[in-house]
């Protein structure tokens, strides 16, 4: 082999070398099943992150809880332990409730109103994460939640003492408010919570309720489209400044897409979800007129005590909402 010969294979082996060193994977926890539209979307943000990098970033998630626990995840992207995570947006509302302004009662009820309302909840919800060290990449909200229960539920009165799932403080307020006995139960304990008489009532999405197979420890699905609560997903921003100027951009334009691909997915996944529910034997059910007029009775005072304590933030995305 001549020399240049050798220099040539060096040069090759070195850029080759700095290649492989440049190259960073970002562990993502989420905390929902492969199958879920959310988990879905991800898996195609992170498709387009490498494709758009050429691989320069890869984005390793990690579904249904197994790096980090639901509630964890937050914590874990604000210290830094994982670079990006996404996880459902109203559990930080004990930080601020702000955050919980998509699961209020009967707020936003369909996806117009729960675009406006993302429009109004996006810059104050990405100032209160900055101070936690923490950037929006994109929001994508669950289909219209819905009450399912183990009997047919014809007023508020029917709720009074059902054991019921509960998974923030938004909803634990509502159970009280119903007369229900709140139970804090995650996602992939549903089925157990049920089959063991733990819970006997929850609010959840079309998704939730097909990817839990509904249909073996409950019997009715009521549509009563009581709010459109949004997933969001956020990167550490020592983490995200980390990167060249190049990576940060096909990041947010990734992101962008997902945001736009998840809203549309939600959309879909509402009809579809709630015709596997019928087809496996749940008896779906348009609410009564009774059990609207109480149900609203409950958001009507849960946004009177979320306006009080939501202060500034609140009172900025509500009269934003409200425009």
Do not use: C
């Not at 109004?120 to 909200?141: F, R, T, W």
């Not at 939640?145 to 047919?152: A, P, V, W």
Request: hydrophobic share 45%; no cysteine; aromatic share 8%.
């Amino acid at each position: 082999m001549t020399i240049p010969q050798v220099l040539v294979g060096a040069v090759v082996a070195f850029a080759g070398l700095a290649m492989q060193v440049h190259a960073e994977t970002w562990d993502m926890p989420t905390p929902y099943p492969d199958a879920t539209f959310h988990t879905v979307n991800i898996n195609e943000f992170a498709a387009d992150v490498a494709e758009a990098t050429d691989g320069e970033l890869e984005i390793k998630v990690h579904s249904a809880g197994s790096l980090f626990k639901h509630p964890e995840i937050s914590k874990a992207v604000r210290s830094g332990q994982v670079p990006a995570g996404e996880f459902f947006l109203s559990l930080l509302a004990n930080d601020n409730p702000a955050f919980g302004a998509d699961s209020l009662p009967f707020l936003a009820t369909n996806y117009d109103e729960a675009d406006r309302l993302w429009a109004a909840q996006k810059d104050v919800i990405s100032g209160l994460l900055d101070e936690q060290g923490m950037m929006v990449l994109y929001a994508v909200p669950w289909p219209p939640q819905g009450l399912y229960t183990t009997k047919e539920i014809n007023s508020v009165d029917d709720l009074a003492g059902l054991k019921f799932r509960t998974y923030n403080a938004t909803l634990e307020e509502f159970a009280n408010l119903a007369g229900a006995a709140p139970t804090q139960v995650e996602v992939p304990d549903i089925p157990q919570a049920f089959s063991t008489g733990r819970v006997e009532a929850m609010i959840t999405s079309p998704s939730t309720g097909v990817n839990s197979k509904a249909w073996d420890f409950l019997s009715h699905y009521t549509d009563i489209q009581a709010w459109i609560p949004k997933n969001i997903v956020v990167v550490n921003k020592r983490s995200f400044r980390r990167l060249d100027e190049e990576t940060q951009t096909a990041v947010l334009e990734a992101a962008a897409a997902a945001e736009t691909r998840g809203w549309e997915m939600s959309r879909a996944e509402t009809e579809a979800q709630t015709a596997v529910l019928a087809e496996n034997g749940i008896t779906v059910v348009e609410p009564s007129e009774e059990l609207m007029i109480g149900l609203q009775e409950i958001g009507a005072e849960m946004l009177e005590n979320w306006s009080g304590e939501a202060g500034d933030a609140g009172e900025a995305l509500l009269s934003a909402y409200q425009q």
